[in-house]
T-cell receptor
Framework: SAVISQKPSRDICQRGTSLTIQCQVD?????MFWYRQQPGQSLTLIAT?????????ESGFVIDKFPISRPNLTFSTLTVSNMSPEDSSIYLC??????????FGSGTRLTVV | DAKTTQPTSMDCAEGRAANLPCNHS???????VYWYRQIHSQGPQYIIH???NNETNEMASLIITEDRKSSTLILPHATLRDTAVYYC???????????????FGKGTLLTVNP
């Protein structure tokens, strides 16, 4: 299966600041996704990162708050903008792997203080 | 994607088989059943998937009922490291657009006890 490197693994940030999370895949993939997992909750899809075009956001998520870049088929970033304590979550990237369905990164644990 | 229903939690003794049920009574003919698990503080890990036939791999077995309205994930010899949240997800088989999305429910917390 594809191998995903996600950085940073964790961070503590001040409210009002922004954090950019990187997702690097060891092979070219068409579909990349960003998920959020709030404390004690299941995973919620934020958006689909499309290479060469704007990301597709799910209901309740907007580009101004979660801008996403996808410059090529192996890399994507998610920025959490103007953070508040409610943004404290684990953020995960995922790719479609033809052999195993979906592969997930290990996640970025974000705490906003 | 169709909704799934799973028990909130289950316990299993180490070395015994863990049988995790999932109801997906509104599943469509073109939807696969996927199982993932999430060990604490890690990303979800793929376990197995199937359409209508039973499937087995090195991790687990998947038993799908003939009417496809429910399935059971079987971990044949559970170990302490199998303690995790197990997610049953259904997804359409065809590729393209929103078909690629995985929608996670709350899953089942399996606790393997020594």
């Amino acid at each position: 299966s594809a191998v995903i490197s996600q950085k940073p693994s964790r961070d503590i940030c001040q409210r009002g600041t922004s954090l950019t999370i990187q997702c690097q895949v060891d092979s070219q993939v068409t579909m990349m996704f960003w998920y959020r997992q709030q404390p004690g909750q299941s995973l919620t899809l934020i958006a689909t990162a499309n290479q060469g075009s704007e990301a597709t956001y799910e209901s309740g998520f907007v580009i101004d708050k979660f801008p996403i870049s996808r410059p090529n088929l192996t890399f994507s970033t998610l920025t959490v903008s103007n953070m508040s304590p409610e943004d404290s979550s684990i953020y995960l990237c995922s790719v479609v792997d033809s052999n195993y369905g979906y592969t997930f990164g290990s996640g970025t644990r974000l705490t906003v203080v | 994607d169709a909704k799934t229903t799973q028990p909130t939690s289950m316990d299993c003794a180490e070395g015994r088989a863990a049988n995790l049920p999932c109801n997906h009574s509104t599943i469509s003919g073109n939807e696969y059943v996927y199982w993932y698990r999430q060990i604490h503080s890690q990303g979800p890990q793929y376990i197995i998937h199937g359409l209508k036939n039973n499937e087995t791999n090195e991790m687990a077995s998947l038993i799908i009922t003939e009417d496809r309205k429910s399935s059971t994930l079987i971990l044949p010899h559970a170990t302490l490291r199998d303690t995790a949240v197990y997610y049953c997800i259904v997804r359409v088989a065809e590729s393209g657009g929103s078909n690629y999305k995985l929608t996670f429910g709350k899953g089942t917390l399996l606790t393997v006890n020594p």
